[in-house]
């Protein structure tokens, strides 16, 4: 199979008459291409062009058509609020939109940051530029930066990276011939793109907004074999006719042996970024002394200190991959604490940035919680490095009885091997979790006896969920990095039952994967097969649907699959895409005691250990 077509373009403004014509040229001559990427700013620079912009946005009749599947990232510009917001709430949008925001046919916004595979390619992408006025629109946030950081852990070597801003440093030990006449890295540049590209390390990095063209040689990367090839593209139409489209044809990574992945051309350079870090290591060595450079990737100074200035040192640091993800690639060998006490802050819903920086700066538009939860409590009660010893882990969990941060308030019934509670920010009405007692990864790995009492606390719920026209769709998934399994039993209207399995088929296309599909007679046959699937070398996803269906997936090492795939899918088929973030559906204490307390009531009767 031959390598997919692929053509990448710099600040378009609006200009898609002068895009497109250029795009049927190079496609007659080295055609036909898969799909288009658009780098630098998108949207029309005045309103004049708004009219030759509007007739492909709109469409349809005798309107122009865009030719080829097209993804822009740069989200600003005349009308983009307008065309975007009408975006973000058309019903084609629900569920995934990690590989784009549908706009009109052929044309995708890449919302924020993200990954996802395009023809076998992995493509990961930051939106918008850096700023600090909270623009809802045409910028990116530390949230979409972290999110790229931890993605850089996952193992596997990413295609293509596209940003709207050059890095800054780029042209660090290139050959000055090649270096634009009158380049400023100042202007157009961002040093948050020389970070992450440094730890994402793609085959090859797009780049728009300086308006001109600029082709690196190859370099080095730190810490893998392969090299980075960086292009600046310039604007559509620009005077100076400096190139602004670029097509490309590159072999994905994954297909690709050892030896091809690490060939470097004579003129590949060191990396240009590990200048930067290295200015960066001596403003650092009077902080810390003890730390590697690349540990600055790693630690944010502890919640406790920002606030309470108490304590002082490495102690006082936290790991901000553990807080971001709940692991570190690094285990014991960290440097830095694993805090769960913050993770849970995090996952309890509060602001990313606030726990890091001590402020958001997107104020009160952010939607998540700028002030600690139970603040004095889980101060007083913080153990330090307690993620690397074994022992204490039960007592970290939150899904753990034995631990002091369970949400006691929210379990609904106990039995000898599970329990089932209702989780924090429902999906719906009745959304419960059905958790192991013991501190397991996953619900496959128990015995056999467990698995029996798990069967009749499913077939109850399932029951329960039928007495009130709707049926279960029950779900888990298995990650390798796992600490305490739980299954997500969602109630859906018993008229889009049936639509499920649709759904998550579509899904599963759009992220280049089929689910392997049986049907058995009851949950404990359907059981005993998922547990002769499951391999605990691979993470592993599976769904339970009506009358016995269950569709598994089993995640190659390479592959980047949602963690909140089942939650995002019946988002969508609800209609309710906004609660696809159990953060936006964040309850008070009150009300979610109110709530456990009507469903144990309801539940009395069905209830396995009553």
């Known amino acids: 199979m031959s390598p997919p077509r692929i053509l990448l373009c710099g600040d378009v403004l609006g200009r898609l008459n002068q895009l497109f014509k250029r795009v049927q040229s190079v496609s007659k001559s080295a055609g036909p291409f898969d799909a288009l990427f658009c780098v630098g700013q998108f949207f029309p620079d005045s309103a004049e062009q708004l009219e030759e912009f509007t007739d492909y946005i709109e469409g349809g009749g005798g309107r122009s058509q865009i030719p080829l599947p097209t993804y822009f990232i740069g989200d600003y510009g005349v009308a983009a609020p307008k065309v975007l917001s009408t975006a973000s709430r058309n019903s084609a949008n629900l569920g995934f939109k990690m590989d784009g925001f549908k706009i009109c046919d052929n044309l995708f916004w890449l919302r924020g940051s993200g990954k996802f595979t395009l023809h076998g390619l992995s493509v990961v992408y930051l939106s918008g530029r850096q700023s600090s006025n909270g623009q809802h629109f045409g910028t990116y946030s530390q949230d979409d930066v972290d999110a790229l950081r931890a993605l850089a852990e996952e193992p596997g070597v990413v295609d293509l990276f596209l940003t709207n801003e050059w890095p800054s440093g780029v042209t660090n030990r290139a050959s000055a011939s090649d270096i634009p006449a009158g380049f400023l890295d100042t202007t157009g540049s961002d040093s948050s793109v020389s970070e992450l590209v440094a730890e994402i390390k793609p085959r090859y990095h797009f780049a728009g907004t300086k308006g001109v063209f600029y082709a690196r040689e190859p370099y080095s990367n730190v810490d893998a074999v392969h090299v980075t090839r960086f292009f600046g593209l310039a604007m559509v139409g620009n005077k100076d006719k400096q190139t602004y489209i670029r097509a490309i044809s590159p072999t994905p990574a994954s297909t690709m042996s050892a030896a091809e992945i690490s060939m470097k051309p004579p003129n590949t350079t060191l990396s240009p970024y590990t200048l930067v870090v290295d200015k960066t290591a001596l403003e650092e060595v009077t902080k810390r002394s003890n730390a590697s450079v690349s540990d600055s990737q790693y630690w944010r100074y502890d919640v406790s200190h920002k606030r309470h200035k108490s304590g002082s040192g490495e102690g006082n640091k936290l790991c901000f991959k553990f ?109 419960v979790l059905v958790i192991p007692i013991e501190h397991a990864p996953c619900t496959l790995s128990l015995t056999q006896q467990s698995n029996s009492e798990l069967v009749k606390f499913l077939n109850s719920l399932k029951l329960y969920y039928k007495n009130r026209g709707k049926e279960a769709v029950l779900f888990e998934w298995i990650s390798k990095r796992s600490s305490h399994a739980n299954i997500q039993v969602v109630p859906v209207p018993s008229t889009k039952a049936a639509a499920v399995q649709d759904i998550c088929n579509l899904a599963a296309k759009k992220l280049g994967f089929k689910f392997v599909v049986m049907k058995f007679n009851n949950s404990s046959d359907g059981r005993e097969w998922l547990r002769m699937q499951f391999d605990r070398n691979y993470s592993f996803f599976y769904v339970e649907l009506t009358e016995g269906t269950i569709l598994s997936h089993s995640v190659e090492e390479n592959e980047n699959f949602p963690a909140q795939f089942g939650r995002e899918v019946l988002a969508g088929l609800l209609n309710m895409p906004e609660r696809a973030d159990w953060r936006n559906c964040a309850l008070g204490k009150d009300e979610e005691t109110k709530m456990a307390e009507e469903f144990k009531k309801q539940f009395e009767e069905l209830d396995p250990n009553q």
């Not at 004095?376 to 753990?400: A, L, Q």
Request: proline content about 5%; glycine content about 10%.
């Open 323 to 431: 807080i971001y993800s709940g692991s570190c690639p690094r285990g014991e060998k960290c440097n830095f604490q694993h805090d769960m006490d913050a993770r849970e802050q995090y996952l309890g819903g509060v602001c990313l940035d606030f726990l890091i920086k001590g402020k958001c700066e997107r104020g009160p538009d952010c939607n998540f919680k700028h002030n600690l939860q139970n603040e004095g409590e889980s101060h007083s009660r913080r153990r330090r490095g307690s993620e690397n010893d074994n022992g204490n882990r039960s007592k970290e969990c939150w899904f753990c009885l034995s631990s002091p941060n369970v949400e006691s308030h929210l379990i609904i019934s106990i039995g000898e091997f599970y329990y089932c509670a209702l989780p924090k920010g429902p999906l719906v009405q009745d959304h």
